[in-house]
């Protein structure tokens, strides 16, 4: 089976190609091969390489610079997505597109299922969730839509990266660190979302969305506390940083976030069984642990 990945730098397109199976051949470009934003390079790539599937890898994922980016974001996350689907179409390419738990508003009191409806608060979630129409519009079981949160793998920024960074500063350059303790969500392992998107691969229907996250939820803080207790035991972090639970509203950050935006995964749970987050979070740091070693 042949899949190809726009977006090769990223995360998840790294997570892929980590967790390779060998009955998969996998061709991944980079924005320097495919800017999805051209796309004439869109047509020559799938007509060239004709994938089983796509996998769109490739987004605008910067939420903050997204609310003032807009025109940048639409062209990557929307119309290319639809320009993907088309040419998918034409030539009988199936499509695995990513979201986000950010197509949510986050009034939810208990974990979004795939039949609720979605209503995005910031320009990034907005995107996404008009790129989900673009595919849902298509009524076809050839295409679908892989929600996920709060991914993080080594090879990108991401909120535990982050975490290290800062909690690796000294007491003098970073007394303590705020963070946001009402915004509730699952962290996710991109390793456990690349053993999940093998899977559906091999699956002649899909769907027309799927939620994957790492199993159980947290606040942002309380994913904090945990990374910032592993890292410690690991050696990874020499001291602990005071780390202080603040409001969003206090957090002053010029996006919306949803206040609770975890995904019901239940039905995804016959194709692969999510690991705890904490559990996933631990093969991660025990890695980090062996790389600096
Ligand atoms: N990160 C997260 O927390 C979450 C991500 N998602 C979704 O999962 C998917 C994968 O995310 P993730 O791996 O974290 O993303 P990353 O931000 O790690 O990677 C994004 C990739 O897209 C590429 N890209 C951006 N613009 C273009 C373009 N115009 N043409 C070609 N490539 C481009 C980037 O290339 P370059 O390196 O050149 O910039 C990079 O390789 C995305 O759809 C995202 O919306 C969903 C939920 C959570
Ligand atoms: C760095 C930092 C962040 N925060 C807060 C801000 C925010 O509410 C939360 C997470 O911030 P980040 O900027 O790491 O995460 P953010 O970019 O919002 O992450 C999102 O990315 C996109 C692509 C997705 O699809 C989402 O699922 C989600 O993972 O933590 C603090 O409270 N203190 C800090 O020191």
Not at 218 to 230: G, H, L, R
Request: with cysteine.
């Amino acid at each position: 089976m042949k899949i190809l990945t726009f977006g090769q730098t990223g995360q998840l397109a790294n997570a892929l190609k980590c967790t390779q199976p060998d009955t998969i051949e996998l061709i991944q470009l980079t924005r320097q091969q495919v800017d999805i934003t051209q796309s004439q390079l869109i047509y020559e790539a799938l007509a060239h390489y004709r994938p089983d599937i796509i996998i769109n890898c490739a987004a605008y994922t910067d939420v903050e610079r997204a609310e003032s980016n807009t025109t940048q974001v639409m062209q990557t996350n929307v119309d290319a997505v639809r320009f993907i689907t088309h040419v998918a179409r034409q030539l009988g390419i199936r499509f695995i597109q990513l979201s986000t738990d950010y197509v949510f508003n986050g009034c939810s009191p208990t974990p979004y299922s795939v039949s609720q409806i979605p209503s995005a608060i910031n320009v990034y979630g907005h995107s996404k969730l008009l790129a989900e129409n673009v595919i849902l519009q298509q009524q076809s079981n050839q295409f679908c839509i892989v929600r996920t949160s709060w991914l993080y793998h080594h090879s990108g920024k991401n909120f535990v990266s982050t975490m290290l960074h800062l909690m690796s500063q000294t007491s003098e350059a970073l007394p303590s660190i705020n963070i946001v303790n009402d915004q509730t969500g699952s962290p996710t392992l991109a390793e456990g979302l690349a053993h999940f998107l093998w899977k559906l691969c091999l699956q002649n229907h899909w769907s027309p969305i799927y939620h994957w996250s790492d199993a159980g939820m947290c606040t942002w803080y309380e994913f904090a506390q945990e990374i910032q207790s592993q890292a410690f035991a690991l050696g990874l972090i020499s001291s602990k940083v005071p780390l202080i639970p603040v409001t969003s509203q206090a957090y002053h950050s010029r996006v919306k976030r949803p206040a609770f935006s975890v995904l019901d995964t239940k039905a995804s749970h016959s194709i692969f069984k999510p690991k705890p987050w904490q559990q996933q979070l631990a093969q991660y740091l025990y890695s980090c642990s062996l790389i600096k070693k």
